[in-house]
């Protein structure tokens, strides 16, 4: 299919979307239904069936399986763990849960909370295709990995005496995002998912999802059912 | 425990052996049994088990167990996947696989050859306390993540027109890390195994593995029973 026949078969408001966002104000918070804790294939099973699916369906997520890939990804899995805050299913240096996760689905962008376990909307619009690959701007979720560096200002508290040094936050927040990405693609082969990690459009997004400076773009991964 | 009562307690030929190496030749390769690819937790309920254990038993890991978590952490799940190169349990960029697991176990360091499945010896002597923290000092394994800069030299059939900038390329190795450090966090929450990713001495022991310059050490992770 080329670009031409493409642009053709995407429904109007669909192509327009992507270039003309409106504010959040529009969206609706999102309360995901609670995650469930076990079901589907087990981890040596599912790391056999590991691998990177590129070619992924229109097909939506049911509610459910949303929030348990959300819950997989980087979801609150103990109520206390170091420094004051909850545990999540992926690691983080010195707990500073530094990595945000943007979701994109087709009416807009929202930002997942994982200690209330909801979508909070972030800006209206369809930016899946955002995550720079043409088979991903049709796929039911992007999950766009952005880093926040203010979690690293920590205090008196703070163990880590080169938590400040921005070549060793790099180091950390790349980590991160591959800690939480693996949890990803292992629920999505535990499930009969496709999920698909890659490069976006890191500077255009940013300024479309309204961040801060202390915020980037790093990559971005598309979940769905395999096309 | 001060460090004068901790030194009195190893061994000394495990306090030894951290400075004074001997060459590879004195280690025997070591054949991994045939891994496993089922039992254990779901990865649901592995995610929700996953967490950081620094307490960490002296107790070795059968040969089953550790054959397993190699193959979890980074083994190959496909005979071919793309480039001309089998697929692994965890992604990489343009499937470059340029992480190598280079395995401290009491006696020595070992490379993991995936395609093998087997452990090639590096050098004599017992580095797990370069791993940089005490409490790894006697866990019966610690994986030291190391970068090959070399396998983004693809040539023709590079389609990542940016895999030759150094800042990129750092940005892919450090998610590299992380997708394998999931792997083995959630291969050990499924079989009741404590792990723990976190710094390490990189200077030192990319001199005592003697890595090419090409070659950088990362991070580590220590695996075994919780204490």
């Given at each position: 299919m080329?670009?031409?026949?493409?642009?053709?078969?995407?429904?109007?408001?669909?192509?327009?979307?992507?270039?003309?966002?409106?504010s959040a104000q529009d969206l609706q918070p999102i309360t995901l239904v609670k995650p469930q804790k076990d079901g589907g294939k087990s981890v040596l099973a599912a790391l056999q069936e590991r691998k990177t699916t590129r070619d992924i369906s229109e097909k939506q997520l049911?509610?459910?399986?949303?929030?348990?890939?959300?819950?997989?990804?980087?979801?609150?899995?103990?109520?206390?763990?170091?420094?004051?805050?909850?545990?999540?299913?992926?690691?983080?240096?010195?707990?500073?849960?530094?990595?945000?996760?943007?979701?994109?689905?087709?009416?807009?962008?929202?930002?997942?909370?994982?200690?209330?376990?909801?979508?909070?909307?972030?800006?209206?619009?369809?930016?899946?295709?955002?995550?720079?690959?043409?088979?991903?701007?049709?796929?039911?979720?992007?999950?766009?990995?952005?880093?926040?560096r203010t979690r690293y200002d920590e205090?008196?508290?703070?163990?880590?005496?080169?938590?400040?040094?921005?070549?060793?936050?790099?180091?950390?927040y790349y980590v991160a995002t591959g800690l939480i990405a693996s949890n990803v693609y292992l629920f999505a082969a535990s499930q009969g998912l496709a999920a698909h990690f890659h490069n976006c459009d890191k500077q255009n997004t940013a300024k479309e999802f309204k961040l801060r400076p202390e915020q980037s773009v790093l990559f971005s991964q598309t979940v769905g059912y395999p096309a």
């Open positions: 080329n670009r031409r026949t493409f642009l053709k078969t995407v429904p109007a408001l669909a192509v327009m979307a992507g270039t003309t966002s409106t049911p509610p459910q399986v949303l929030s348990n890939l959300l819950w997989a990804a980087f979801g609150v899995n103990r109520e206390k763990a170091s420094f004051g805050k909850p545990g999540r299913t992926a690691a983080s240096a010195s707990n500073s849960q530094e990595i945000d996760l943007y979701v994109a689905l087709p009416e807009g962008v929202y930002l997942y909370e994982a200690v209330p376990h909801c979508l909070k909307p972030v800006v209206t619009g369809d930016f899946r295709r955002r995550s720079g690959r043409r088979s991903a701007a049709k796929a039911p979720v992007n999950i766009f990995y952005v880093v926040d205090g008196p508290g703070q163990p880590d005496r080169n938590i400040g040094n921005p070549e060793v936050q790099k180091s950390y």
